[in-house]
C-alpha cells in the first residue's frame, strides 16, 4: 500500500495538541512505517501595525490537520481515536475508511507552504531513475543528476531530441520509477 495523505478534522483550536499527540502516539506505538508526517497547513502573512511589520502565522484551513499515512487498521484506529479529533474528512461514517486527497490537491497545499508531498533528503537520490509527472516534461524519464534542497529543487537529466539536457522541476513534479 502506498502513504497518501488524508484530512483529520479536530476541535477548534484544538490542532497543535492534535499534532503533537498523533506525533507521541506515532513514536510510542512504533507506527512510523504506517503514519509519517502531520501538518497543520499555514500560511505566513506581513502584517503592519503602528509602522512595525510583524510576520503572523494564519491557519489555511482551521480545525483540520493534513496526515501523510498508510491506510491501516491500527495507523486508522490511532488517529481517529487521538485526543481532539472529531474524524476524518471523506468518510461516511459507521467504521468506513476515508477517501485520500488527490495529488493535485495535497501538491496545490504543500507547494503553498514551501513543502513538498515526496520527502526528498530520504525518497530521492542523485542516480535515481525517474518519471516526469507534470510540467512541460511530463511523460518523459530521466535521471537525477543534483538535488537542491534549500531551494526544494530536482534537476533531472532527460533525453531531449536525442541529447541529454539538464531540466530543473519541483519533486512533486517527478515519480521514483
Known amino acids: 500500500m502506498d502513504k497518501q495523505w488524508y484530512v483529520v478534522s479536530t476541535y477548534s483550536g ?15 506505538m512504533g507506527l512510523q512505517d504506517h503514519i509519517f508526517r502531520v501538518i497543520i497547513p499555514e500560511t505566513t502573512e506581513i502584517e503592519v501595525k503602528d509602522g ?18 498508510i491506510m491501516s487498521d491500527e495507523a486508522w ?26 495529488p493535485q490537491e495535497i501538491d496545490h497545499i504543500l507547494v503553498s507552504m514551501g513543502m513538498s508531498r515526496m520527502d526528498i ?8 531513475k525517474v518519471a516526469v509527472v507534470d510540467g512541460p516534461f511530463k511523460g518523459m524519464e530521466g535521471t537525477i543528476n543534483s538535488i537542491d534542497l534549500e531551494n526544494n529543487k530536482v ?7 536525442g ?15
Not at 14 to 28: G, W
Not at 52 to 57: N, Q
Not at 121 to 128: F, K, P, Q, R, T
Open 52 to 69: 512595525v511589520k510583524k510576520e503572523k502565522k494564519k491557519k489555511m484551513f482551521p480545525s483540520y490537520v493534513l496526515v501523510e499515512m
Open 77 to 102: 484506529y490511532i488517529v481517529r481515536n487521538t485526543p481532539g479529533v472529531t474524524g476524518f474528512i471523506g468518510s461516511s461514517g459507521k467504521g468506513a475508511k476515508p477517501t485520500p486527497l488527490l
Open 155 to 161: 534537476n533531472v537529466l532527460i533525453d531531449l531530441f
Open 121 to 128: 533528503e530520504s525518497e530521492l537520490a542523485v542516480g535515481d
Open 163 to 177: 541529447q541529454e539536457t539538464s531540466v530543473e522541476v519541483e519533486p512533486f513534479q517527478v515519480q521514483k520509477k
Open 14 to 28: 484544538h490542532e497543535e495538541s492534535v499534532k503533537e499527540k498523533l506525533e507521541m502516539k506515532t513514536e510510542s
